[in-house]
């Protein structure tokens, strides 16, 4: 993929969290790996979203090391650089606070599937991953984070791309997929369905979960060899897709 075309993808995915109502301010952050070539372009640290440009946003090699752009990239660079590491499946990754993630997050309470939204998106629960050590926050606290990710997916024998987000604890909400568009699509659809889960333990603390076979049936309708329901729509803003 040409670097011009990298960078306009990223601007553009970040300039989306705002509009979606994922961020306040700047918090937050979107970036996408081009492995052929090497690089990852990445929001720089602290940049209004409004301000950002393909002339100001971070290019950077699998290190992390800068390459191109004014300003340090995102503090949370090394976050996504340990999860395009371990997930080669994954080209682009998306970080936010978003409120009802967020509160998950807080509690360490994991995102249940309660109902078919959800099915439609993620293969069952999406994790609160294992919170860090001490030493591992006083320490490369960003790529601990990530690791944390990692060591969940593995050590559940989970696949990245059937359960694309994790939720960080007392942090907020890790998504990705194929590109830009794909991780923030998973974003704007998380924030959904934890705000319905939010809801529903407010009304029912013990809620049941949707049962398995609606489960699977919903989840492969949409992905795998059979699916049948694939035009999705990836919102306004999304037609470079
Ligand atoms: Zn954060």
Known sequence: MELQVLKKLVVDGNKELPKQNLVKYSWGNVSQIDRQN???????????????????????????????????????????RALYEHFPEVNAIVHTHSTYATIM???RRPIECYGTTHADYFNGTVP??????EEQVAGAYEWHTGMAIVRYFQEHN??????????????GVFTWGSDVWDAVHKAVVL????KMAVFMHALQPN???????????????????????????????????
Do not use: W
């Open 38 to 80: 090497s690089v990852i372009v990445i929001k720089p640290v602290g940049m209004p979203y409004d301000e950002l440009t393909c002339g100001n946003v971070s290019v950077v090699n699998l290190q992390g090391k800068v390459l191109e752009g004014p300003f340090k990239p995102s503090v949370d660079l090394d976050i996504h």
């Open 105 to 107: 997050a807080q509690l």
């Open 128 to 133: 609160c991953v294992g919170e860090l050590t």
């Open 158 to 171: 989970l696949q990245p791309s059937d359960v694309p987000a994790a939720l960080s604890p007392f942090h």
């Open 191 to 194: 924030e959904e369905i934890a």
């Open 207 to 241: 809620p049941e979960q949707l049962p398995g076979y609606v489960l699977d049936r919903h989840y492969h309708r949409k992905h795998g060899a059979n699916a049948y329901f694939t035009n999705d729509d990836y919102g306004a803003g999304m037609v470079t897709r």
